[in-house]
């Protein structure tokens, strides 16, 4: 058997193999084999590459000067050292359209592998829905307001400036709402985390969030050119020590992370080695609780948490509840009359009032679509085209509103004064 080559009579040479026959002009020599014709693209030994290969070949080649290629003082490439001081997680980056080669992105459902990438990275919050004539303390929004541009512009005090924020106080009294008040007039996109986070099945995983989410409210400045700020709501709900609760590593890493964002705010790792080039931009933290005193003391001290009272007054209460009340036609002075028929009540108390008044006109309106038999199928199975009556809001009066204030107010002492779970184990205190 021998090779041939079709080299020289094709214009596509291919390397096949021929069966010996004996009446083929391709015949060995009776007196002894001929040598192997061998067929090859490339010749068997290096020849020296003419002016036009030898520009197709620098062409390829990248720069010299090229990043991607250059040596570090270790003698690894840029790529490696990347490689290695970055933690980057983020798998839906690298299966993008023009990251891989198209034959492994396809063009299935798109280019991108993760269609709902661009989605997933709004991280921030806006508030557009608040919309209306809304009451902002005066004194809450100085505070707030201070506290965000003293930390964008520290680097021209000669100040130690707190990076944190603690607004305290008691329960319903339009903290978080305020803020986001707040947010909404000087235009601050915030990334929010709550007290759920703060705990988790894996050690170190709440801390880890913490340092992300104060990472990507840089990013935001850096990149979007916007004010931004990290808000922890209810921080004494997730870290804090109230009577005999068991203190876990999370609690730990959750209070020393917060410490160091404090002492160290431009600073920030997520794992990846440090880089002396790694600077992130100072990010206001404001967190909210009702009772500080339960959270690590070395935390709220002085220099690290700038500490705020928030117990509304009897004029920012009227003004704040005549802002939920205006679309009802409550005048200023019938909202007067009902805080000062039901004080030393919170926020939310009022709040209340308002939505009480909804209950019998709702249970009206159930009646109209078939009563509670056909909720399930009214509600959840419309058929096409088939429209649920019309609802119609109750309209509020100072009478009705008066009336549910005295049926929430009976609740509430229902609760003080029955203590159930006292009577579930009057037998322990014998």
């Not at 891989?100 to 991108?112: P, Q």
């Not at 170190?204 to 808000?231: F, H, W």
Request: glycine content about 8%; some cysteine.
């Amino acid at each position: 058997m021998a090779t041939t080559s079709i080299a020289a009579s094709s214009p596509h040479p291919r390397l096949f193999r021929c069966r010996r026959n004996p009446n083929s002009a391709f015949r060995t020599s009776s007196r002894g084999r001929l040598p192997p014709i061998r067929c090859s693209s490339a010749p068997s030994s290096p020849q020296p590459a003419t002016g036009g290969e030898a520009e197709e070949s620098e062409r390829r080649q990248l720069s010299k000067q090229s990043s991607w290629e250059a040596k570090d003082a270790d003698g690894d490439d840029y790529l490696y050292r990347l490689g290695k001081e970055a933690d980057n997680m983020n798998i839906a980056v690298g299966a993008r359209a023009g990251i891989v080669d198209d034959l492994f992105v396809g063009n299935f459902l798109g280019k991108d592998s993760d269609i709902v990438f661009d989605y997933r990275q709004k991280a921030t919050r806006t508030f557009e829905y608040l919309q209306g004539d809304y009451y902002i303390a005066p004194l809450f929004f100085d505070k707030v307001a201070c506290h965000i541009v003293k930390n964008f512009v520290a680097h021209q005090f000669n100040i130690k400036i707190p990076l944190i924020l603690g607004i305290w106080g008691g329960k319903g009294q339009g903290k978080t709402f305020q803020t986001e008040l707040i947010f909404r007039a000087m235009g601050v996109e915030p990334v929010i985390m709550s007290a759920g986070e703060l705990e988790s099945e894996k050690a170190g995983e709440p801390g880890r969030l913490i340092r992300d989410r104060y990472r990507t409210a840089s990013q935001v400045i850096q990149n979007q050119g916007k004010l931004s700020c990290l808000m922890i709501n209810d921080l004494d709900a997730g870290v804090g020590r109230f009577g005999n609760t068991q203190m876990t590593v999370n609690n730990q890493i959750v209070a020393g992370t917060l410490m160091n964002l404090a002492d160290n705010p431009t600073r920030v790792s997520i794992g990846q080695k440090w880089r002396e080039s790694d600077i992130t931009n100072r990010v206001p933290v404001i967190v909210t609780g009702n009772d500080f005193s339960t959270l690590y003391a070395p935390l709220i001290r002085d220099g690290r948490m700038e500490k705020f009272y928030w117990q509304p007054d009897r004029e920012d209460i009227i003004n704040i509840v005549h802002g939920m009340y205006t679309k009802d036609g409550i005048s200023f002075e019938e909202v007067s009359r009902i805080v000062d028929t039901f004080p030393n009540q919170a926020l939310d108390f009022y709040g209340a009032l308002r939505s009480r008044t909804y209950d019998q006109a709702i249970l009206e309106w159930v009646d109209k679509i078939g009563g509670h038999e056909m909720l399930g199928e009214k509600l959840l199975k419309q058929k096409k085209g088939e429209k649920l009556p019309t609802f119609i809001p109750p309209k509020q009066t100072i009478e009705a509103l008066i009336e549910s204030g005295h049926s929430l107010v009976r609740e509430q002492e229902l609760i003080m004064n029955s203590k159930l779970s006292k009577e579930y184990m009057k037998n322990l205190e014998d």
